[in-house]
């Protein structure tokens, strides 16, 4: 079975390394393939901070707030991990501060050490009444895309520079599913109204001495364009800006002026610091992320999709959650493909082979896919009545084997 997947981001490799993990070993042969007109250190998950956090509040999107959990867990897994540092994994506690009340957020029972901040705390930042202090985790993506990367290719992953026009250009390559977590280029490759940029724009600078993240919620400006400080394993990230359906990727002085002055005000100590660089990027903005099956009409044979977008300022912090959720679709074509495969091999075979070596050869499959059972009992009447008699047969449908679609291949290889 041959996996395209769209985008080269974190939601791409993620998704190619989640799809690989689960079904390496049972759909043979499986071949994944990558296609991005862009990859690291160019994709938007690569300028990101690389903060985990997703918005305060979920908003009934409770399906989300799992896959936020989902992720947390996976990253925090590596962090005793040799390898955590090549990730860019690592801890980082700070506070989320507010100009009044607010509800606890979606997150708290996700994140490390979560409290609300005492009044001595409060006072060290003027002009703010509430808050919450909490230890994180950090995901930078310059380190944790490479990662990434290096880890698909090592198990035969290819990965294609090439800028995909449209689904169908794949599935005539001979694509069996496509992916696609392309981010903001979704809507080239099929409409979706609900799909926005959200421009943001930050300043990166050398200021070894913050130590704790700063994220502060001015509820009537909206998500993200209030000040916000985070400190990286190098750099520290200074923001922010959120301008929905503005397109423009040019990092703008006026922007820049907002950001760092207002940054200064939180923390005065950055008047000291040496500014590196402006960076800006388009956040994938919708009312909920889009991870779905779709099935598209092109020609005789409709193309499979799978959705993986629409992730707003917080890809990397839903990332994991998501390429599961994923990988789980992708189980579902495998299924359905492998009971179309059952069915048919099941009519053709009875005629072709010594019955009893073709219903043993069926019985060894129905092991790994007992849901098709009815199904094929439904084609080929004979065979519930002969079930229990070819059980000893096993080997007899081992040795035509050669026959079986490469899919069943593993499943029937030494068994």
């Not at 985070?230 to 907002?258: C, Y």
């Not at 081992?398 to 593993?410: E, K, L, R, T």
Request: glycine share 8%; aromatic share 10%; charged share 20%.
């Amino acid at each position: 079975m041959k996996v395209a997947v769209i985008g080269a981001g974190v939601s791409g490799l993620s998704t190619a390394q989640s799809i690989y993990e689960r079904y390496h070993s049972i759909v043979r042969p499986l071949t994944i393939e990558v296609y991005a007109d862009q990859f690291t250190p160019l994709t938007t998950s690569d300028g990101a901070a690389g903060f985990w956090q997703p918005y305060l509040y979920d908003k009934g999107n409770i399906q989300e707030t799992k896959w936020n959990k989902e992720t947390f867990d996976h990253l925090l897994s590596f962090l005793r991990s040799p390898d955590s540092i090549k990730m860019g994994i690592f801890l980082q506690s700070g506070y989320n501060l507010c100009c009044e009340p607010a509800p606890d957020p979606s997150f708290k029972d996700t994140v490390l050490g979560f409290r609300r901040l005492t009044e001595r705390e409060m006072q060290m930042f003027p002009g703010f009444t509430y808050g919450w202090f909490n230890t994180a985790l950090m995901v930078e993506g310059k380190s944790y895309l490479p990662w990434l990367m290096d880890w698909l290719q090592k198990r035969g992953v290819k990965f294609y520079h090439r800028k995909i026009k449209s689904f169908e250009e794949l599935a005539e390559s001979g694509a069996d599913v496509i992916i696609n977590c392309t981010g903001m280029r979704s809507g080239e490759l099929q409409p979706d109204p609900d799909l926005k940029p959200g421009r943001g724009q930050i300043v990166k600078v050398e200021a070894p001495w913050l130590k704790h993240w700063i994220i502060t919620h001015n509820f009537e400006k909206g998500t993200y364009n209030s000040p916000y400080i985070i400190p990286g394993s190098r750099l520290v990230t200074v923001g922010g800006i959120f301008q929905i359906g503005n397109w423009s990727e040019k990092s703008n002085s006026a922007d820049h002026k907002i950001i760092w002055e207002d940054a200064c005000q939180l923390e005065p100590s950055l008047k000291h610091a040496r500014i590196v660089e402006d960076w800006t990027g388009l956040r994938p903005v919708r009312s909920k992320v889009r991870l779905e099956r779709e099935k598209i009409k092109s020609g005789v044979t409709p193309i499979e999709v799978i959705h993986n977008y629409g992730h707003g300022g917080f890809g990397l912090t839903i990332h994991r959650g998501c390429a599961e959720e994923a990988a789980r679709l992708f189980g579902q074509i495998v299924e359905e493909k492998g009971k179309e495969i059952l069915n048919r091999y099941c009519s053709l075979t009875v005629c072709s082979f010594p019955s009893l070596a073709c219903l043993s050869w069926i019985c060894c499959l129905l092991k790994y896919l007992p849901s098709t059972e009815k199904v094929v009992a439904e084609d080929c009447p004979s065979l519930s009545l002969v079930l229990p008699e070819v059980s000893s047969y096993r080997g007899v449908a081992c040795d035509i084997s050669g026959h079986v679609p490469h899919c069943f291949s593993a499943i029937l290889d030494g068994k």
